[in-house]
């Protein structure tokens, strides 16, 4: 059963603390400015206990929506630190936006608003802001709003999602392939072939190429195990010989054991990433390769594996993928694998070679 405390502050204004207790279940308590809304309050809760739809509101009234980001960036964020300062700045523009009010108000036209605000707006690059980066935005808000049971439901659940654009198909055929290594191979840059091999023959991303240790690769075994990925967890990326001879090659081969495998002379002491920007276009130039970026090797690592036969689950695991929809858009290239695999299996039987 409910009661109703009447509680006078310093100021002289009252206040009502509600209390719920029925057997079986933990007390419930909230505070209120009327008799009214607590004896209101009590009704509710217990009907809501007793049906089983309970949910306690009682936080959603006391924090804001600032408070709650600050929670989050002080004790969820920092478990992925390699993303700490991209999360910080997507909550810091909700924040801004919404910081204001209290949970208990926040709703669904509160971020739809804000929503359309992103997609109306253009970036630093004078170009609009995609609905892929504005749906990194509602992720990070969404994952801040269920992260702690504050609130009965999370509004993101109503929100629809700017529909992207299915994104590059990129990647270079063989003759390419030959032709950007032969010209790296060439570089004045020292440390552009191996990073540039890495990303073509293991599909690995070029922030996770840079940031290797030579106590990451395991040469008896086959393997490099990344530490820091995007995802946030470790992942073993398998080698083969032709692999562990670039990385003999590399001008800090033999050096110091938890030593970066990819040191710029121009930063010898710093801790800041080497850059292969100006050297990588240049040797797309002298390659004749056009309309290519740095990351469609990892496409073109993915594409090759699929054209291979490589299976979903094995794109998975070395791409680093937690969801078989982040690799399905490489399914085609193996139905293409599969369909020449047929043709040839029909002409050993004699069949016609039309």
Known sequence: MGAIREVTKKNGNKSFHAEVRLRGF??????????????????????????????????????SVAELIDKFVANSIPKHPIYYAKKVQLLNRWKDELGHLFLSELSAPHITAVRDKLLSETTSKKTRRSASTVNRYLAAFSKVLSEWEWLEENPMLKISKP?????????????????????????????LYAIVALAI???????????????????ERRFITLQETKNGEKRIVPITWE???????????????????FKSSKKANSALPISIRKSFAKALKTAKIENCRFHDLRHTAASHLAMNGATQGELMAILGH?????????????????????????????????
């Open 26 to 63: 933990p007390p419930v308590r909230d505070s209120f400015r009327t008799r009214t809304q607590a004896k209101q309050w009590i009704q509710d809760t217990e009907a809501a206990i007793r049906d089983g739809r309970f949910k306690n509101q009682s936080n959603s009234r006391k924090h």
């Open 163 to 191: 529909k992207e654009s299915h994104g590059r198909d990129r990647f270079l055929d063989r003759n390419e392939i030959h032709r950007l290594l032969e010209a790296c191979k060439a570089s004045s840059n020292p440390n």
């Open 243 to 261: 692999v562990i001879q670039i990385l003999h090659g590399c001008p800090s081969y033999g050096n110091n054991l938890n030593g970066c495998l």
């Open 322 to 354: 937690k969801s078989p929809a982040m690799t399905h858009r490489y399914a085609h290239y193996s139905q293409t694998h599969l369909s020449m695999l047929m043709e040839r299996t029909c002409k050993t039987f004699g069949g016609s070679n039309e």
């Open 201 to 219: 023959f293991t599909g690995m991303r070029y922030g996770e190429i840079i940031k290797l240790q030579w106590c990451d690769i395991n040469f």
